[in-house]
């Protein structure tokens, strides 16, 4: 076992994108919009104004109201996120925890190189930095700050949400009992000139996060139908419901629900999703789900839980309705 998931936190903002607004500005046909609504499932997008640093602050601030006591016992702040770099070069996210009351000894670092899976291993990364008593805290958050990064082609369009997940070695709530990663590697090879999308990967894409789950199902020794839920990221619709039937499992167990609500909001999803099941007390005594996603380059992660009491995570929002489910 890796270790326990304490809490979560996400700070969502209220203001949105709708798929005809990012169809305007991306320059989008009415046959891409068709699309992406029909086929895809996608309707509107968080959008926080301002920086990267304007999306985690809040998120920070709202954690530490809701933990107090726990904010001197964190000893790592990982921030992981999709896009390399999110400030200039001479910028850390070190300002914000310091802002926030954090210890001056606690460690803070990014992840990236998984892109929007890195949210995912960087479980492994900090619990295994933890003694007994000791928390580390992930972020997980970043800007849809241009076209490039905020469409992928084809494919998908970017949310902004920030995400706060409390992490221990020894706890007794939910337990992290794996994480398994897979790669395919002839896909990490991006000159910057090319499109986003790589025809040769789009080929690719859906045998190999069959092949992965698979391989992870058998790495966790649980069966793909022993699962009671899979919290995947939001990349769209149909990509899911057509890996949940070559998996042969229904695709009522994959939850999809925030698709339309949030778009692929990066390295946040599987725990929005995750949120939202226990909000919607979905999740039964015992009940194990996968938390899935897949970065660019290309990188499948996921992790497998335990929940002995089922919805026994905190969740904290700055929505007063969250999941709020409501077609937009």
């Given at each position: ?13 209220e ?5 005809a607004?990012?169809a ?7 046959l ?10 996608l309707?509107?997008?968080?959008r ?9 602050r809040?998120?920070?601030e709202?954690?530490?109201a809701?933990h ?6 964190i000893?790592?702040v ?15 996210g ?24 890195t ?11 933890l ?31 920030g ?16 994480r ?30 069959s ?10 020794d ?6 009671d839920w ?12 057509k ?32 949120a ?15 938390l ?10 996921s ?6 009491a ?19």
């Open positions: 076992m890796l270790g326990h998931i304490e809490s979560i936190t996400l700070h969502i903002p203001q949105r994108k709708s798929l607004e990012a305007h500005s991306l320059g989008l046909s009415a891409d919009v068709r699309m992406f609504s029909r086929f895809y499932g309707e509107s997008f968080p926080q104004p301002g920086t990267v640093d304007d999306l985690i809040p998120l920070l709202q954690f530490v809701a107090p006591n726990l904010v001197p016992r000893r790592h990982v921030h992981a996120h999709t896009v390399p770099t999110l400030r200039p070069f001479h910028e850390t070190r300002a914000l925890l310091d802002g926030c009351g954090f210890d001056q000894d606690t460690e803070y670092c990014s992840l990236t190189m998984g892109h929007c899976a949210s995912l291993s960087a479980v492994e990364y900090a619990c295994s930095r003694k007994d008593e000791e928390y580390a805290l992930l972020l997980i958050g970043e800007k849809a700050f241009h076209p490039k990064v905020e469409l992928l082609d084809d494919t998908t369009i970017m949310g902004e949400v995400c706060a997940v409390l992490l221990s070695r020894s706890g007794d709530r939910a337990r992290v009992i794996a398994y990663s897979e790669q395919a590697g002839e896909f990490s090879q991006h000159k910057g000139n090319e499109p986003r999308t790589n025809p040769a990967f789009a080929e690719a894409y859906f045998a190999f996060v092949n992965a789950m698979r391989s992870a199902t058998q790495h966790f649980c069966a793909l139908q022993a699962l899979i919290a995947p990221h939001n990349v769209n619709l149909s990509s899911w419901q890996v949940a039937d070559e998996l042969d499992i229904p695709r009522t167990r994959v939850f999809l629900q925030n698709v339309p609500r949030y778009g692929h909001c990066f390295g946040a999803d599987p725990y929005l999703n995750l939202a099941l226990i909000r919607g007390q979905q999740l039964p005594p015992g009940a194990k789900v996968m899935v996603s897949v970065g660019m380059g290309a990188t499948f992660s992790l497998l839980l335990e929940l002995p089922g919805n026994e995570i905190p969740v904290f929002c700055n929505l007063k309705q969250y999941p709020d489910l409501r077609s937009t």
